[in-house]
């Protein structure tokens, strides 16, 4: 069964500092990866999706990577600011079909101004 | 934009009750989900469906039963609240061609 891990659990960083989330799996065979934004006491906001076959995307000042061999992905926020504090999940899909995807717990990151 | 909203962003129930949350989205999206959410345990999928009238159950559907009459509508129902059932509540449905889930705002529901 696929499980995600997200370490550490939590974040703080000075800001304006470039800082980068992990995210793990145990099962490489994925379709897709995907992380998440949720601010405190609201639903989620997708924020990058890679597809297996994709080493990295890019939006903004947010780059996520993806290394399927591994079972590994970094989302890599450049020049953080107090408006990035939030809790950030990871989720992998296994197949391009109805399969619901596996989450991660999150990285509750506080950007200190 | 997207859109996907809960029937109630707060709601107190008492044990024993039979509780509804409702989703509704207007996006005519095929996939809708429901997840709880609590701390130290993170997003646990309850149910999901595929399609009208369809439904599958998730990691947790222990409790808990679903309704989808319409595409744009999907129910959550708790038989007989538990204390247990103490959660955050999120709805999501799934554009199918991008694979971008959307999530409403959630419901923050206490058992008492």
């Known amino acids: 069964k696929q499980e995600v891990t997200q370490i550490p659990a939590a974040l703080s960083v000075p800001e304006g500092e470039n800082l980068v989330l992990n995210c793990s799996f145990t099962d490489s065979a994925i379709y897709n990866l995907q992380w998440f934004r949720q601010d405190p006491g609201k639903g989620l906001t997708s924020l990058l999706l890679i597809q297996s076959s994709q080493r990295e995307q890019t939006s903004g000042r947010l780059n996520a990577s993806l290394d399927k061999s591994s079972g590994r992905s970094t989302l890599y926020i450049a020049a953080s600011q107090p408006g990035d504090s939030a809790t950030y999940l990871c989720?992998?899909?296994?197949?391009?079909?109805?399969?619901?995807?596996?989450f991660g717990k999150g990285t509750r990151l506080s950007v200190i101004a | 934009d997207v859109k996907v909203t809960q029937s109630s962003r707060y709601l107190v129930k008492r044990t024993g009750e039979k509780v509804f949350l409702e989703c509704v989205q207007d996006m005519d999206h095929e996939n809708m989900f429901w997840y709880r959410q609590d701390p130290g345990l993170g997003l646990r999928l309850i149910y999901f469906s595929y399609d009208v009238k369809m439904k599958e159950k998730g990691d947790i559907p222990e409790g808990y039963s679903v309704s989808r009459e319409k595409k744009e509508r999907f129910s959550l129902i708790l038989e007989s609240a538990s204390t247990n059932q103490t959660s955050m509540y999120l709805c999501?449905?799934?554009?199918?061609?991008?694979?971008?889930?959307?999530f409403g705002p959630g419901t923050r529901l206490t058992v008492l």
């Open positions: 999501a449905s799934r554009d199918y061609l991008t694979d971008t889930q959307y």
């Open positions: 989720a992998v899909r296994m197949n391009s079909g109805n399969t619901p995807l596996v």
